[in-house]
């Protein structure tokens, strides 16, 4: 059997302390299929406080639960439809022929379809709490337990790049954004930069402002630039635009670009 694919999950820790968590487990059923079918491991660059640990791991833990819900629903649709569908039609033919009243068919069908909503819910409640969903929760949540963070010198990287964007002027971190290929000296764990890349786009939606960079670096290139950075951190701004986290994310797509 080969080795499983990995999933990283990246602790970055701001300049003022402030802790940021990413992981590609955007639904239920993407952090399902990871813990069931990939190996998680979480990196970090400045140890992390054993408080925010425990909070994504209770994060985890009711993303497990949601994830549980929908596998539990998935598994038991159809046995739970085809019998909410006989409760139906069960309901349905005995108002019908026992129960005469004066306007047929109506309230036959209006009492068929509470009674078979209302079995259809109880059956899902009931296998929310089967034996099965409770074996597969305590799969999952063992699972949760064994990710293990351990220190990566690429987060060290990113964290250095990051707290360098969040004090330099605004100014700087333009340039920084519009010519960042000399800002990484390496991407030598590129699956980890790899997946970085790829949730900074996911949760920040980065991909978006390529088309705005066009703009960014024609604003940079006139003469009158300096006159102009209160109105381009305006529009940046207005953007809802990280800027000191976009310009390590330059950086690296650049770098890791450069080296294919």
């Known amino acids: 059997m080969g080795e499983k694919d990995i999933t990283y999950i990246f602790h970055i820790k701001r300049k003022d302390g402030t802790p940021l968590i990413l992981h590609a487990f955007s639904t239920p059923e993407k952090f399902l299929y990871s813990v069931e079918n990939t190996e998680i491991r979480g990196r970090y660059g400045d140890e992390p406080r054993v408080e925010t640990l425990t909070m994504f791991r209770n994060e985890l833990y009711r993303m497990a639960e949601a994830a549980v819900k929908n596998w539990i629903f998935d598994q038991r649709f159809i046995p739970k439809f085809l019998m909410s569908t006989g409760i139906f039609l ?25 009674a078979g909503i209302a ?5 899902g409640k009931k296998d929310i709490a089967s034996q099965k969903a409770m074996e597969k929760r305590v799969e999952i949540r063992n699972r949760i337990d064994r990710i293990k963070f ?8 990113v964290e250095a790049l990051l707290h360098k964007s969040e004090n330099e002027k605004f100014e700087e971190v333009i340039k920084q954004i519009t010519a960042p290929s000399n800002m990484v000296s390496s991407v030598s764990e590129r699956e980890e930069v790899l997946q970085f890349l790829k949730m900074l786009e996911i949760r920040f939606n980065f991909k978006r402002m390529k088309r705005e960079e066009k703009k960014l670096k024609e604003l940079v290139r006139k ?7 209160s109105s381009i951190k305006k529009w940046m701004e207005s953007k809802k635009l990280d800027y000191p986290l976009y310009a390590v994310y330059k950086a690296f797509k650049e770098t890791i670009s450069n080296k294919r």
Do not use: A, C
């Open 119 to 123: 079995s259809y819910i109880l059956l």
């Open 90 to 114: 069960v309901t349905y033919f005995f108002f019908s022929y026992v129960v005469r009243d004066p306007i047929p068919m109506i309230d036959e069908t209006v009492l068929g379809l509470v």
């Open 223 to 229: 003469r009158n630039y300096k006159s102009q950075v």
């Open 150 to 157: 351990t220190e990566s010198n690429f987060v060290k990287e």
